[in-house]
């Protein structure tokens, strides 16, 4: 920390004192958080880092950010207070409110950084203002329908949606949205032939600052699982800037007809990869708004890319916070760990990484992160992105590694921590309820009207994964088929009390029901061998499925 600290010493000797302090969250890296009369406390928490198997690139994200924004905050005339603590953030700024006094902070968004400063708050040590990193309020929230305006589940993101784009005006024209709709999803649907070429992602500069915290990380984080390389990082406000830039001009004119595709040749084919900093506030969600309204796009892309900014990332919000991480309310749990489905099973080795970590030493890597192949291409195609990444886009999170997990009845909140852990930009208001609420149908209809799964014909058809794959994806399963299928018909076999009841599973379920006999027998011995085999850590071939078994 040598080059860090040296610098900060060096900006705040020039600055004097202020008269009050404002805590900033490791989320809430922008000006706009900071008073133009306060100093500046940012705390770095080990025991936070440690909490979880986070990605190394996650905490490098996280980590140097913080850093690099305090640099900025004292270069810009303000004196910055830089605390590692040995204990949890309360810990430390009870200590920074004893010298400096009373200190606020907005609003966190995470309910896990709300929890650790509680006490503070209770012994006035620390007073806690709006958070200003939002477009909507929790009043769009409560006025965008029935149910909302009666503070209870269902909520529904196009409602929100809706709602939203009429107070602000945006892609309207009047009272009607421009183009005759307000979502073109449907036409969002593409798959990809290869053209036009996707983009590379920016490659960015590792500075002194940055490079120190890679080293922390390989020294105190090495156990942690993934991939470190610090070029692929934007840790610097004018990296942010850098890197919307490269989006407007390089995925944004594309982003909309292949908004849902997959493909081996590009992790994020024409998706911004924005969510990393812009959950960090490196970014404000109203600068992106603001500018994409102002490109002349073609209005599927910038449509599609508004809703999944001021839709789903502010709905899921809202959802998080009338929920309290889903540990109250319809569809919550106490222990936030809703499962409607009734599902327990294991996450399998496969969702962590099977092969060396590139650069690493891999022996020091706990042996709970250490994977195996799954023998599916599309899961582990995502599952080493993920990995090499920490990142991937949002169809891959939904339809393969969300569907997948589904599909076996892995434990929602297993698979919700694991997304926690592994993706740079997942937090508990986002992470929890695109797969508590979405990816796994755990919190029941609170949110969504139905579970997002499929069989293999959804795969093959939006990607090219299947191309790849010792299994075919239009053959019976016993006979080199994929099992996904299979898996799809038992997952409805399984859960039929509960899915007869949901109204956009009227159809599948009535197909389900005429399945015969020893087709479903058929099924549930397939999910039973994928349990077995995945459980073990072995990778799935053709073999397992045919009529005499192993």
């Given at each position: 920390?040598?080059?860090?600290?040296?610098?900060?010493?060096?900006?705040?000797?020039?600055?004097?004192?202020?008269?009050?302090?404002?805590?900033?969250?490791?989320?809430?890296?922008?000006?706009?958080?900071?008073?133009?009369?306060?100093?500046?406390?940012?705390?770095?928490?080990?025991?936070?880092?440690?909490?979880?198997?986070?990605?190394?690139?996650?905490?490098?994200?996280?980590?140097?950010?913080?850093?690099?924004?305090?640099?900025?905050?004292?270069?810009?005339?303000?004196?910055?207070?830089?605390?590692?603590?040995?204990?949890?953030?309360?810990?430390?700024?009870?200590?920074?409110?004893?010298?400096?006094?009373?200190?606020?902070?907005?609003?966190?968004?995470?309910?896990?950084?709300?929890?650790?400063?509680?006490?503070?708050?209770?012994?006035?040590?620390?007073?806690?203002?709006?958070?200003?990193?939002?477009?909507?309020?929790?009043?769009?929230?409560?006025?965008?329908?029935?149910?909302?305006?009666?503070?209870?589940?269902?909520?529904?993101?196009?409602?929100?949606?809706?709602?939203?784009?009429?107070?602000?005006?945006?892609?309207?024209?009047?009272?009607?949205?421009?183009?005759?709709?307000?979502?073109?999803?449907?036409?969002?649907?593409?798959?990809?032939?290869?053209?036009?070429?996707?983009?590379?992602?920016?490659?960015?500069?590792?500075?002194?600052?940055?490079?120190?915290?890679?080293?922390?990380?390989?020294?105190?984080?090495?156990?942690?699982?993934?991939?470190?390389?610090?070029?692929?990082?934007?840790?610097?406000a004018d990296d942010a800037t850098a890197l919307w830039t490269w989006a407007k001009a390089s995925c944004l004119p594309h982003f909309g007809p292949f908004e849902d595709?997959?493909?081996?040749?590009?992790?994020?084919?024409?998706?911004?990869?924005?969510?990393?900093?812009?959950?960090?506030?490196?970014?404000?969600?109203?600068?992106?708004?603001?500018?994409?309204?102002?490109?002349?796009?073609?209005?599927?892309?910038?449509?599609?890319?508004?809703?999944?900014?001021?839709?789903?990332?502010?709905?899921?919000?809202?959802?998080?916070?009338?929920?309290?991480?889903?540990?109250?309310?319809?569809?919550?749990?106490?222990?936030?760990?809703?499962?409607?489905?009734?599902?327990?099973?294991?996450?399998?080795?496969?969702?962590?990484?099977?092969?060396?970590?590139?650069?690493?030493?891999?022996?020091?890597?706990?042996?709970?992160?250490?994977?195996?192949?799954?023998?599916?291409?599309?899961?582990?195609?995502?599952?080493?992105?993920?990995?090499?990444?920490?990142?991937?886009?949002?169809?891959?999170?939904?339809?393969?590694?969300?569907?997948?997990?589904?599909?076996?009845?892995?434990?929602?909140?297993?698979?919700?921590?694991?997304?926690?852990?592994?993706?740079?930009?997942?937090?508990?208001?986002?992470?929890?309820?695109?797969?508590?609420?979405?990816?796994?149908?755990?919190?029941?209809?609170?949110?969504?009207?139905?579970?997002?799964?499929?069989?293999?014909?959804?795969?093959?058809?939006?990607?090219?994964?299947?191309?790849?794959?010792?299994?075919?994806?239009?053959?019976?399963?016993?006979?080199?088929?994929?099992?996904?299928?299979?898996?799809?018909?038992?997952?409805?076999?399984?859960?039929?009390?509960?899915?007869?009841?949901?109204?956009?599973?009227?159809?599948?379920?009535?197909?389900?029901?005429?399945?015969?006999?020893?087709?479903?027998?058929?099924?549930?011995?397939?999910?039973?061998?994928?349990?077995?085999?995945?459980?073990?850590?072995?990778?799935?071939?053709?073999?397992?499925?045919?009529?005499?078994?192993?």
């Open positions: 920390m040598r080059s860090f600290t040296r610098q900060l010493a060096a900006l705040n000797a020039r600055t004097p004192a202020p008269s009050r302090y404002v805590y900033v969250a490791y989320d809430q890296l922008h000006d706009t958080f900071v008073p133009d009369d306060a100093g500046v406390i940012v705390v770095e928490c080990p025991q936070k880092a440690a909490r979880r198997p986070y990605h190394r690139q996650k905490l490098a994200l996280v980590l140097a950010n913080g850093r690099h924004f305090a640099l900025e905050q004292a270069a810009r005339g303000r004196r910055v207070v830089h605390i590692v603590s040995d204990g949890d953030f309360a810990h430390a700024l009870r200590q920074a409110a004893a010298t400096h006094g009373p200190l606020s902070c907005a609003r966190p968004a995470e309910r896990e950084l709300r929890i650790d400063l509680q006490p503070l708050v209770d012994e006035g040590a620390l007073r806690v203002t709006p958070h200003p990193g939002w477009v909507s309020s929790d009043a769009d929230f409560l006025a965008s329908s029935p149910s909302a305006a009666a503070g209870g589940p269902p909520w529904r993101m196009d409602a929100f949606y809706r709602a939203l784009r009429r107070r602000t005006g945006w892609l309207m024209e009047g009272d009607k949205p421009r183009g005759g709709r307000f979502s073109f999803d449907g036409d969002n649907r593409q798959r990809w032939p290869g053209t036009p070429a996707a983009p590379a992602p920016p490659r960015f500069v590792v500075d002194d600052v940055t490079a120190e915290v890679g080293e922390l990380i390989l020294r105190r984080y090495s156990s942690h699982p993934g991939t470190l390389d610090l070029t692929t990082l934007p840790t610097t595709a997959m493909a081996t040749a590009s992790r994020g084919l024409f998706h911004t990869r924005l969510s990393g900093v812009l959950n960090l506030h490196r970014l404000l969600p109203r600068q992106i708004v603001d500018d994409v309204l102002a490109l002349q796009l073609p209005l599927s892309s910038q449509e599609g890319f508004l809703r999944q900014v001021i839709g789903w990332r502010e709905f899921v919000h809202h959802v998080h916070e009338r929920t309290d991480g889903f540990t109250r309310g319809p569809g919550s749990s106490p222990d936030g760990a809703p499962s409607a489905l009734g599902a327990h099973e294991a996450l399998p080795q496969a969702f962590w990484p099977s092969s060396p970590t590139p650069g690493t030493d891999d022996v020091v890597i706990d042996a709970r992160w250490r994977g195996a192949k799954s023998g599916l291409s599309c899961l582990d195609r995502v599952v080493d992105d993920v990995w090499a990444e920490g990142y991937s886009h949002h169809i891959t999170r939904l339809m393969v590694l969300a569907n997948i997990a589904t599909l076996l009845d892995v434990e929602p909140r297993a698979l919700t921590d694991w997304f926690w852990a592994a993706y740079v930009d997942a937090f508990d208001w986002v992470v929890e309820p695109n797969v508590l609420g979405m990816g796994t149908f755990a919190a029941g209809d609170v949110m969504t009207t139905k579970p997002y799964v499929a069989g293999s014909a959804y795969v093959d058809k939006m990607s090219d994964y299947c191309g790849g794959c010792t299994f075919r994806p239009k053959k019976p399963v016993d006979d080199g088929g994929c099992p996904l299928t299979s898996l799809y018909w038992a997952f409805l076999h399984r859960h039929a009390d509960v899915l007869d009841d949901v109204d956009r599973m009227k159809l599948p379920m009535a197909s389900a029901r005429k399945r015969t006999p020893a087709q479903k027998t058929a099924d549930e011995r397939v999910y039973a061998i994928t349990r077995r085999v995945l459980g073990a850590g072995e990778p799935l071939a053709p073999r397992h499925f045919l009529a005499s078994g192993r």
